[in-house]
């Protein structure tokens, strides 16, 4: 491929995807697949058709490339035949894999208690905290402002999240404690959480939540696998145990989709083990040995 093909092509559609308000990494997410594409190809991409879809594929199944990522792929590349080379009919027949659905890792409320006392520091303690009492994903605690804590509504500002939607969650009273300790120690000025380099010009990166949330399931014992979503899982789940209407996490967790929402359902083992079997309704009846 020569850059006088390539240019063009790779400048139309970041101007589609800019249209249409793609976050930066959905946009490089998408160049690169594009790019993947053309180099398994061979060629510009803008020439190929359903065969060499089919083809790339195949070659991404056998590869051992995960369900998720193949099918992000042909997102990506639906998006660039439909929106920048306006060819909708070469990705009509694009089959999507079907990824198996796992139940998420989830703590018990003993495990989150132990896993927030592990934390090494205030900081990370107030910010896995703030995770666990408010549901949000891992980039939503990354980008919290501290003008986002509105302490007379007692709610939390989540500023553009996933789907650009802006909502709000609940501030549980602990953790407005908690946060007004981190802060008379701290004192950051705008983000909430900011990066220890970069003098505090930018947020702790999900990276770096991640690390920390490593650090202290070491430190508190639990083998489970726990990373920030774990804690998301979690207060969707203790929310339910608790019995909350579905309706209601639905809003907080900020799904689209209530199905989305009840796979909580099958996890939520305390709710589970209060109902109680129909075996349990049936009459007492005389057990009779055979004859």
């Keep these: 491929m020569s850059d006088e093909t390539v240019s063009p092509l790779r400048r139309r559609m970041i101007e589609e995807m800019t249209i249409r308000q793609f976050s930066p990494k959905v946009q490089k997410d998408y160049l690169r697949?594009?790019?993947?594409?053309?180099?398994?190809?061979?060629?510009?991409?803008?020439?190929?058709?359903f065969?060499?879809?089919?083809?790339?594929?195949?070659?991404?199944?056998?590869?051992?490339?995960?369900?998720?990522?193949?099918?992000?792929?042909?997102?990506?590349?639906?998006?660039?035949f439909r929106a920048t080379l306006n060819r909708p009919e070469v990705t009509d027949r694009v089959?999507?894999?079907?990824?198996?659905?796992?139940?998420?890792?989830?703590?018990?409320?003993?495990?989150?208690?132990?896993f927030l006392a592990a934390a090494p520091n205030l900081k990370a303690r107030t910010m896995l905290t703030t995770a666990y009492a408010t549901g949000l994903r891992v980039h939503e605690v990354s980008v919290l402002k501290v003008g986002d804590i509105d302490s007379e509504r007692m709610a939390v500002r989540v500023e553009q999240g996933k789907g650009r939607k802006d909502r709000?969650?609940?501030l549980s009273p602990q953790l407005l404690e908690l946060l007004r300790t981190y802060w008379s120690q701290y004192r950051p000025r705008y983000w909430l959480f900011p990066s220890p380099?970069?003098?505090?010009?930018?947020?702790?990166t999900p990276r770096q939540i991640n690390r920390l949330c490593h650090v202290a399931a070491e430190q508190a014992g639990i083998v489970k696998r726990v990373s920030p979503h774990t804690l998301r899982h979690s207060f969707a789940t203790h929310l339910l145990e608790n019995k909350t209407d579905i309706r209601v996490i639905q809003v907080l967790l900020g799904h689209k989709k209530l199905d989305t929402t009840a796979l909580y359902t099958r996890v939520a083992l305390k709710a589970i083990?209060?109902?109680?079997?129909?075996?349990?309704?049936?009459?007492?009846?005389?057990?009779?040995?055979?004859?």
Excluded: C
């Design 197 to 204: 380099w970069n003098e505090g010009m930018a947020p702790l």
């Design 33 to 49: 697949h594009v790019k993947n594409f053309a180099v398994f190809l061979g060629r510009s991409p803008d020439k190929a058709d």
């Design 51 to 80: 065969e060499d879809i089919r083809r790339y594929q195949l070659h991404l199944s056998t590869s051992g490339l995960g369900v998720p990522s193949r099918n992000i792929a042909m997102t990506a590349l639906r998006f660039f």
């Design 168 to 170: 709000y969650v609940m």
């Design 95 to 114: 089959v999507f894999a079907r990824e198996a659905r796992r139940l998420p890792v989830v703590l018990s409320q003993e495990e989150v208690a132990r």
């Design 273 to 291: 083990g209060e109902i109680t079997s129909p075996l349990d309704f049936l009459p007492v009846a005389e057990v009779r040995p055979p004859a």
